[in-house]
């Protein structure tokens, strides 16, 4: 029997250390039916935007191999870069995270909707967001 829901795996839920293979063979042998990936503040997770077509591509292989789709992107790196912020950051971010996530097939992407996050929200942040 088909399920009418899809059910994911948060990739911060299971160990940093494992590699994507481990990843995807823990979500399927759970019994989840994708990944979400995260995109967060971290330089880490925040240097994957800027990975080559090779390293997606590997991403993408390992993923089709184990039978688990990459179903969306938790981006959370505008806490740190909030699209309120007087600066073109938060935009060339969401625009490589938009790129990224088309070139892996993830078809939604995660985002909170504020202005700022660490910093007091003000007219100026708000008509920025």
Request: hydrophobic share 35%.
């Amino acid at each position: 029997m088909e399920h009418k829901y899809k059910l994911g795996m948060y990739e911060k839920a299971a160990p940093e250390e494992l590699t994507w293979d481990q990843r995807f063979t823990a979500v399927k042998e759970s019994g989840y039916d994708y990944i979400e990936l995260s995109i967060d503040e971290s330089n880490k997770r925040m240097d994957r935007l800027n990975w080559t077509d090779s390293e997606i591509r590997k991403l993408s292989e390992s993923a089709f191999d184990h039978g688990i789709s990459i179903g969306s992107i938790c981006f959370s790196a505008q806490r740190r870069f909030p699209f309120g912020l007087d600066s073109s950051v938060p935009l060339e971010l969401m625009r490589k995270t938009i790129n990224f996530a088309a070139q892996v097939g993830i078809p939604i992407i995660q985002l909170a909707g504020y202005d700022v996050f660490y910093e007091q929200s003000t007219p100026d942040t708000l008509r920025r967001f």
